[in-house]
């Protein structure tokens, strides 16, 4: 199907690009990307890949929010204070991009939601058991994954592949039994414009997943926005790893 | 000798500690902190602190080379 009118407007600047084009547009216009966790991650992911054209966004969310919140997750207004977060970014996509299909699920990360075949994945949680939940879903299913976090002023990326890649996981990076830090952001405090940064890359690297463009499978890029630097690590599969050294 | 990098909020903590030092692992670069720098050895013992030689994430027990860079990286789990 050819795009319409509106839609050539709308994606005119990915249609100038000789690496996206119509074709790429409708690869995206095609694409479901699952994007768990509302937060500070996810609202800039979310906006961007509405933007984008993402025909299908799942969003899983279960909390509501609070003006707390209000100082990074920027899809928010002081008035949705107390409203479930996938409610207001639903509302607030679809008036960006009416023409894509939303949906909410106001629950906790299920089997149930990981079952509904998104193409990508998008980590944007904030805690390891569901950072490995989604590892261990994905790497099953062959779904890649764009996982992000920060605190303070510091972000990380790593992103999977797992159709193209089975070996090296989150697992092999962060141990599953490795628990929860003390630091985080609720106790610690997080800029927003880090979130902003990390979330931005996310929603950059989904775009480079659709299309065809991604091979940095496992490699991790640190930012630290206090002193402006980045570190750019590889990481090789740990050799008993319990979710991707078992095939 | 290693390198040692610090990076983000590690470095707080890391004033007065060495650019280089006689180790053979990343444990025992925590090890050897824990009396001048009791405070950076407790950031080092948190859970999910990464440990990169050379730009490699690695075991606290891989076997460093004299030259190699030995970066600390603290945990970053927010979202």
């Known amino acids: 199907m050819s795009l319409s009118d509106e839609q050539f407007l709308r994606y005119s600047r990915h249609l100038l690009m000789a690496d996206i084009g119509e074709q790429g547009q409708q690869t995206l216009l095609q694409s479901h990307v699952l994007i768990v966790g509302l937060g500070g991650l996810g609202c800039p992911v979310a906006l961007y890949l509405a933007a984008a054209g993402i025909g299908r966004l799942s969003l899983c969310d279960a909390d509501t929010v609070d003006i707390t919140n209000l100082q990074r997750q920027i899809l928010y207004k002081t008035e949705d204070c107390d409203q479930l977060k996938v409610d207001c970014a639903k509302t607030a996509l679809q008036q960006l991009n009416p023409a894509i299909d939303v949906v909410a699920h106001a629950s906790e990360i299920s089997a149930e939601i990981l079952e509904l075949g998104a193409d990508i994945v998008v980590d944007c949680t904030d805690n390891l058991a569901a950072r490995q939940l989604l590892n261990c879903h994905c790497y099953q299913r062959a779904t890649p994954l764009v996982s992000a976090s920060a605190i303070g002023w510091e972000g990380q990326l790593v992103s999977f592949d797992f159709k193209a890649n089975r070996r090296l996981c989150y697992n092999c990076i962060i141990d599953e039994n490795a628990g929860d830090p003390t630091m985080n952001c609720a106790n610690a405090g997080v800029v927003g414009p880090v979130l902003g940064a990390m979330g931005s890359l996310q929603a950059a690297t989904v775009i480079r997943m659709l299309l065809g463009q991604f091979d940095q499978h496992g490699e991790m890029q640190r930012y630290d926005a206090k002193t402006g630097r980045w570190l750019y690590l590889t990481a090789s599969p740990k050799p008993l790893c319990a979710i991707c050294a078992t095939e | ?79």
Do not use: C
Request: hydrophobic share 45%; aromatic share 6%.
């Open chain 2, 1 to 79: 000798m290693v390198k040692l990098l610090f990076f983000g909020r590690l470095s707080d903590y890391a004033n007065g500690v060495p650019t280089q030092i006689q180790a053979s692992t990343a444990a025992e670069i925590r090890q050897q902190l824990v009396t001048e720098h009791p405070l950076l050895a407790t950031e080092l013992s948190e859970p999910q602190v990464l440990v990169a030689v050379n730009k490699q994430i690695v075991d606290w027990q891989q076997a460093l080379q004299d030259g190699d860079e030995v970066a600390f990286l603290p945990p970053v789990t927010g979202g």
